[in-house]
């Protein structure tokens, strides 16, 4: 209860109110442990894996749902089932972002489609929101599993004719094929951008990633939306030139690329597409600096 005190012979003033929390992840490339002279002043506490079933039905009674904790538990054992049953891909995620994101889709289709029963909207989401990601593989164990978890339900997909048209023409226009299956590829990426304002195009080298981007770019263009691109490689630069740093001379800030190009397109007012292309390996050293501008808050 004292009121000051002495810490490394500097002697302060205790304010109640003030506390300190760290919070350490498991360690992985692009985390930095915490030093043990620094862990030894710190209490540890344990945390406890969240309740995902009560946060998916809350999150879908706040979406407008009636059936919420049926629906709630049929989305839990189907990500539960993914997760044990679908081959390990690095970016497979049955965690709690993925079923946030599918939460907010689940949402925006139910209002779009309010005469639709709610299993059918929910189906409807889980299916089209996952597949993209899925390889080739998984697929039919994929599609297995949502049939058994919603029997004889089977909703057509949303297709939006003029967009896959307007894209067929702007395949080729850049000289491509427009194959069904190209085709369907930038129009899923076009369904996931509308979802999350962050996206990877991850596969092999020559799989098509970057036309894909190009095809949408130019399907954007022809529907009149006046795109913007800018694109860097994030492994040609430093972290410090990438992001930016501090003068450790003159303690004045210096803008890195990416923080140039993001301050240019944010001060552009109009509502056209702006995108930054970061076209390089996926690599913990910089792709952990992007954690909070890549979350869905922003």
Known sequence: KKERFFFDDVEIKITPTVGLFITMNPGYAGRTELPENLKALFRPCAMVVPDFELIAEIMLVAEGYIDARILARKFLTLYTLCKELLSKQDHYDWGLRAIKSVLVVAGSLKRGDRGRPEDQVLMRALRDFNTPKIVTDDVPIFMGLIGDLFPALDVPRKRDMDFEACVKQSVLDLGLQAEDGFVLKVVQLEELIHVRHSVFVIGNAGT?????????????????????????????????????????????????????????????????????????????????SLNTVMDDNK
């Open 208 to 288: 098509g990633k970057s036309k894909i981007l190009r095809s949408l770019n130019r399907t954007y263009q022809n529907m009149k939306k006046k795109p913007l691109w800018q694109d860097l490689n994030p492994k040609a630069v430093t972290n410090d030139e990438l992001f930016g740093y501090i003068n450790p001379a003159t303690r004045e800030w210096k803008d890195g690329l990416f923080s140039c190009i993001m301050r240019d397109l944010a001060n552009i007012s109009n509502e056209s597409p702006k995108w930054i292309v970061l076209d390089g390996d996926i690599d913990p050293m910089w792709i952990e």
